[in-house]
């Protein structure tokens, strides 16, 4: 399956202007959008992603008991334009300046909400990399647009997911529900594969 | 600095008979103590050290800022018989029946209070592997009472630290004052060392 | 599928019994095994067992590509008394006075032979780490004879193997079929999805 | 310390116009270099470190004993245009279209050469993160050129390193000597923590 993965780059999933510049402004600019060099443009992020590859972060949420042990796995539920059910991660861009752990609160708060509480890793080091090309014959995660490469955290989250309303939900699954076959087919760009890899570094595939 | 583990089992540590007794009751048992035959008596403990490595885990506490990254850690303080101090982690043995887990929150209640509010790890993968020997000539680690291979934790707390009254303390330093020599030398079985190792594999080092 | 594991402590597997005496030393004896306080008889072990978790290592020998990925896994055949194929891991126990390496070198040239030029872990921190335990309703691992902690590794291994006489051999398998529920099914103890999470950890599941 | 990373596409670093263009272009291109969209002139390349975090692979290469212990810490040397001695890792960029196996491959062979005969990880989970900014208040590690994330590996070597001509050398470190704060003043960008880190992540701190 190779669709688009989400991110406010993408004119696809939306067309909420303001929060796409939002997106694209780098955190370190404190001056006007019009003469800041990190900010990009679509159609200097078109170019860029021919000739580089884009560093991502990924989280998928969860849900555990008192001992720490994984009970329920969070994922992002769309349909695409075209009307097929899609899941996928928590997942976008570090922009230029930002930590990875910016990135990461950052991109939990926009698709889980401000209530979500997520407990951000204590560790520096993800749980998987995940390399998406366009092409599905280098890897087995796929992204029609870019190379990206993708730094994936497991990530409880405490409170209430509320996405926000560009047809995001979030659909809480068992483990075992979460890494079967039919999940799999739904999850968009090979993270079928992905999420088993993510699960089992923690130990937590049954 | 070749030092015993405070932990349940030693009598230097403690003379608190019924803690003693639960600690060596293994959880599996239902029965009264006189037929457990997971029941182990102070010589049996004695004898099986000569014959077997014990199964320990170690919790390093640590506190966390928003970002999920280390700020202080947590180190326990006790004074020896002869009057020295000596610090430490949490630490003690894996019951019989016991899952890793449980004994990790059964050791954190234990040397921090009920109310610490420890966050176990979501990963079973400790973040270090010690093997203490008798004997300092086989890893840098040691423990003149038995061959122990310890499962090493950082583990987030987000309570009150509230020590048992057996001349434990919890001293709370900054990362770099907590890996500096002079705490590493009053660490004891070679745990400076240690600590350095599960600070570093979630890269919080500096 | 709960069945004992082949070790050496087992005479269900093997009548060898020099084998078997050799294995009961301990690596720190330098003296003979009548008066070794490290030596266990059969006898004892039985009851240790009922009294304290034994430490285990375990190891999925695997084949690699130049660039460092995981081709095929070898997991160890066995047919039960009762005429049943079982699979399994390189395993066994950890002995009093012997490290974590020295364990894993030892079970891996007494499972692989002594031409399989292992590539023993850079990390001692495993890939996983599993709790075997007679009853199944406490983890997804079961151990009829004990409550058992293993240290899993992934080991790459570059000569070949011959496994010893008692009725082991290694089987090849792709990373697909190797975690296909039909060769699952046929680990023992809950190893199939020790085999996943293992190889989830390094990434290498398709 | 903040000096640049010795890497193909530094002008400061290198006069060598062939192995420079070499470096930019992208391993995915078939075609000519004056129409390849991936190739990167120097003018774009430092457009776009002004806008994009760049993905980078770093390698500690070390030498092992015949157990899988760090026995020796590679460190590559150089001498900087001023003349002060400076030390660093086998490190460079990741090309659009490359594999971070590839990438770390490619690196390691310009850097340590062809007879190395490194033993590229089998986890793609790296051992340590590293972001590295201009400014050195976001993190321990600093780049001039660029805000960087790499991905650090420990790579066994098991042949014989023979450094690129310019000005590169190899010097082997004992795991002490290398972690001394001697040469950690000597590493660039602040890695000498980095290798404290990375060290440490395998348990190789001592």
Not at 73 to 99: D, N
Request: charge should be negative.
């Amino acid at each position: 399956m190779s669709v688009r993965t989400p991110d406010a780059d993408d004119n696809n999933w939306s067309d909420d202007s303001e929060w796409r510049s939002d997106e694209n402004r780098a955190p370190l600019s404190d001056s006007g959008n019009s003469i800041n060099p990190a900010w990009l443009s679509d159609t200097e992020l078109i170019q860029i992603r021919q000739k580089l590859p884009l560093a991502y972060v990924e989280a998928v949420p969860v849900r555990l008991d008192g001992l720490g042990r994984v009970v329920e796995v969070g994922l992002l539920l769309r349909a695409t334009p075209e009307g097929r059910i899609t899941r996928t991660f928590v997942s976008g861009r570090v922009m230029h300046g930002e930590t990875i752990r910016d990135a990461l609160y950052r991109h939990l708060e926009k698709d889980l909400g401000p209530m979500a509480f997520p407990q951000l890793p204590i560790s520096s080091v993800p749980q998987a990399v995940a390399e998406y090309f366009p092409s599905p014959s280098i890897t087995q995660y796929t992204d029609d647009r870019q190379h990206a490469i993708s730094l994936v955290y497991v990530v409880p989250v405490t409170g209430t997911c509320e996405p926000r309303q560009d047809a995001l939900e979030v659909t809480w699954f068992s483990v075992s529900q979460a890494v079967s076959e039919s999940v799999a087919d739904e999850l968009e760009g090979g993270r079928g594969s992905l999420l088993r890899i993510a699960l089992g570094a923690i130990g937590a595939l049954t």
